[in-house]
């Protein structure tokens, strides 16, 4: 299969490549789009054959359930049984953005692969204007997980979804690198208070002031039986080839890791913040300024992705603080690592 790569800027006549894609999608095939999180490869999320299409080009298994993504905030109402008054808060609060809900699904109402036969469905509306305008010409529905191979971190630009999916998606529309970089929030509304299953850019602290109290888990404990909720959360993620392990942001532990792995006659990449620049690591991938962390989230994929390009023996990532959107990245990175911290 041959992967068309659409470019969705200012010069083009975008309704010519956005009647391709909704042609594409009515067909039955798969579409790859940006939104402010990550990329997602989209079908349209009544259509089995199709969503059955996202599940083969990812190598997904098939009990990881999809998001669902809408145009419009008030086209959830026809696909759940109801909108308790916290969620309706969030909505308001926060869609269009980073933030996928957990509701009660309306039986029969999407394929039954893209809830992967749970009664319940995760429903966000992207902060996205290619995104949107997709979405609001198709009027459907459009089921939609990171366009990348399973296991490999999300993909932040087209180029990313080209290296994973290239021959075997149809079509990628490229509307250039995504802002946020990590994907969205997802908060288990069907029980009260909601319970934040993965974090996102939409923080557990931006929730309370909206809705009081909200549960977030401590990740580090998730286990399979502990959160039969979150079916993502058991498999491998966000993973470069290389093992990736977890150090503390300090000068000296960091120092002592990198001669040690030398010692090994190893070769190691680090991801940190700036002030690690003079580090003896044998590559360098800058995650900015430890207190902004919204530049770590938006380019964290491309450099765990960026360590694949190199031939490092070791990873090593220092953590962030876990407040705000330190959370997610903190989560992403455990999962990276698959928990694996450094000691010397
Ligand atoms: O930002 C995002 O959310 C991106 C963009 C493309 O929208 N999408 C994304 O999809 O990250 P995916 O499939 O990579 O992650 C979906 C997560 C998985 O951890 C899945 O288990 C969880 O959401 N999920 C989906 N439906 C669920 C449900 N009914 N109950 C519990 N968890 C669900
Ligand atoms: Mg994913």
Redesign the pocket.
Known sequence: MKTKKLIVDNNVNKNVVYSQAVEKLNAGEVVAFP?E????LGAIATDEKAVAKIFEAKGRPSD????V?VGAANDIEKYVTSVPDKAQACIKAFWPG?L?L?LNAKPNTFASNV?AG?S???L?M?DHPVALELLKMLNKPVA???ANRSGKP?PTTALHVEKDLEGRIPMILDGGATGIGL??T?VDFTIDPPVI??PGGVTAQMMREVIGEVIEPDTTKMDEASVP?????KYAHYAPDAPVYLINPDVDEVKNAIESIHMKQQKVALLAPDNFQQSEADWFFSLGDSKKLEASAHYLYAHLRACDETTADVILVTVPERTGVGAAIFNRLEKAADGNWWYS
Do not use: C, D, Q
């Not at 990881?64 to 998001?67: A, K, T």
């Open positions: 939104t999180t990550v990329y997602g990881n359930p999809l998001i993504h980073p996928t957990i809830t749970l319940t469905v995760g966000r992207p939609a997980p990171s999300s994907e969205s997802v299953l993965r909720r979150a079916p993502g959360m």
